[in-house]
């Protein structure tokens, strides 16, 4: 499987080398473009000079004397092109390269390309010259004129392999240049991407060593990291830090549902095993027997909370399905009839505030129950004898807000987030109340939640109050 940098960089350099063949390609054919049009401009230039020069000679005489030959000789040096002067028949008579005598002379020209030449003022071409020069060549031709007719044509050229040699080093340039662009873009790309890629394998690291249990196994973010990378790192750590503590409270959790099991547990197996072997004697069976009972049915209280928090979680809040239309006001006070042996025994007051009109929320009416019911249970547990019970009902904007208070021993300020907690217990004599496992007010929180909705609880001047909110439809 190919890297990132590796999938990265062949896209990059495959560009790149295609921008540098499309860049060489244009620039060759512009740089040939160029040279062609100046050679042709200057081979012009040169055959019409050369057409003026012989048509004086042919006014004074014949153009095959010394003195112009000569004239033609310098011309061609300084222009670094050969010129050859037919005759108005087509015929060779001079050579610009041959003072003493030309191996041409006498060779006819072409008659189309003769008359194509008088006809048209000139002509221009690149290709061979048959008879006078087998190398390709840039080919410019002019008609002379003497006393207005045309008493021959001047024919100039110079080979291509001029143009060839220049872009052929022009090439070379570019090649060179290209390879050493190629080579720096190349350790460049190595160089950047092991510094970027540096922290993607930190990252690669931290997470294998946190697969492998080491759960404080985070990324240390460099002040040098890119923007995206840096906040890729951040995530990461959050995400590492959210599952630390949730693996960290599912041991808690486990400790604490063990430890939990283990003395009812130790209590029912030591009493059945007492009453098997005949240490508990007969007369004392039914009052153990009450006990393993009292036991099992705490124990069953405790898998059923377990399994209704099981079953909030998973479905992750109420469906609306599982919803309806209910008096609070009427839950309330349904529920809180079911304390009235409870609170007659502690001999506690009862303080009711509601409105006179019903106030409807829409939840589910069972689990809604459930946390009034665990509420109230838990205030008249703290409560002392004779204390006061409050329960308050108010509405404000679209929501309802239900209050139930207690008096009793103060909940310290760095206990109160913690009262929310599986198995938690502020006060000792909670822990020593048998009837409790610390999931009362884990399960109210639970399901509060997931309706969507809100719960607190504030503790001071001997009094403790829990507030949890509740969509108003009336």
């Known amino acids: 499987m190919k890297s990132t940098f590796g999938r990265n960089f062949a896209t990059a350099a495959t560009i790149l080398l295609l921008a540098l063949a499309i860049l060489g390609a244009s620039f060759q054919i512009q740089v040939k473009d160029y040279l062609e049009e100046t050679t042709i401009a200057r081979l012009q230039t040169d055959a019409g000079v050369i057409a003026d020069l012989a048509a004086s000679y042919s006014v004074e005489g014949p153009m095959e004397n010394r003195s112009f030959l000569l004239n033609l000789d310098v011309i061609s040096q300084i222009s670094n092109a050969d010129a050859v002067i037919c005759d108005a028949e087509g015929y060779v ?82 090649l060179t240049a290209a390879a050493f662009v190629v080579l720096v873009s190349v350790l460049a790309a190595v160089a950047f991407a092991r510094k970027e890629s540096k922290p993607l394998r930190d990252m690669a690291a931290a997470a294998t060593a946190f697969g492998h249990g080491d759960l404080e196994a985070r990324v240390k973010i460099e002040e040098d990291y890119s923007e995206e990378v840096e906040e890729l790192a951040l995530a990461f750590n959050n995400m590492a830090s959210s599952l630390q503590k949730s693996e960290y409270k599912r041991q808690e959790f ?151 208070s207690n008096d009793g021993e103060t909940i310290p300020p760095e206990e109160l987030p913690l009262v929310f907690d599986r198995f938690h217990k502020t006060d000792k004599s909670r822990s020593q109340n048998r009837d409790g496992w610390g999931l009362g007010l884990y399960i109210v929180k639970t399901i509060v939640c997931a309706h969507g909705e809100n719960i607190s609880v504030t503790s001071k001047d001997q009094k403790t109050t ?9």
Not at 324 to 353: P, W
Not at 466 to 474: A, E, G, H, I, K
């Open 254 to 404: 486990v400790a604490n549902v063990s430890h939990e099991l283990k003395t009812p547990m130790t209590t029912i197996s030591g009493y059945v095993d007492g009453i098997l072997d005949g240490t508990i004697p007969e007369n004392r069976r039914a009052h153990y027997l009450q006990i393993v009972s009292d036991e099992t049915k705490r124990l069953s209280r405790l898998v059923r909370s377990m399994l209704d928090i099981s079953q909030l979680q998973t479905e992750q809040g109420i469906p609306e399905e599982k919803k309806m239309h209910f008096d609070l006001e009427e839950t309330v006070g349904s529920v809180l009839i079911t304390f009235e042996k409870k609170i007659n025994d502690k001999g506690i007051n009862v303080d009711v505030s509601m409105p006179e009109h019903p106030v409807y929320t829409m939840a589910n009416r069972d689990y809604i129950t459930q946390v009034v019911y665990n509420l109230i249970d838990n205030a008249a547990k703290f409560c002392p004898s004779g204390g006061h019970l409050g329960i308050t009902i108010r509405e404000g904007g679209n929501k309802a807000y239900v209050s139930i």
């Open 466 to 474: 829990f507030t949890f909110t509740m969509p108003l439809v009336n």
């Open 93 to 174: 008579i001079l050579c610009s390269h041959a003072r003493s005598g030309c191996d041409h002379e006498g060779l006819q020209l072409n008659g189309e390309y003769l008359h194509k030449v008088l006809q048209e003022g000139g002509d221009v071409v690149t290709g061979v010259v048959r008879g006078l020069y087998e190398d390709q060549r840039y080919v410019v031709s002019k008609p002379i004129y003497a006393r207005e007719q045309a008493v021959g044509i001047v024919i100039v050229s110079v080979s291509t392999k001029l143009t060839d040699q220049v872009l052929t080093s022009i090439s070379n340039i570019f």
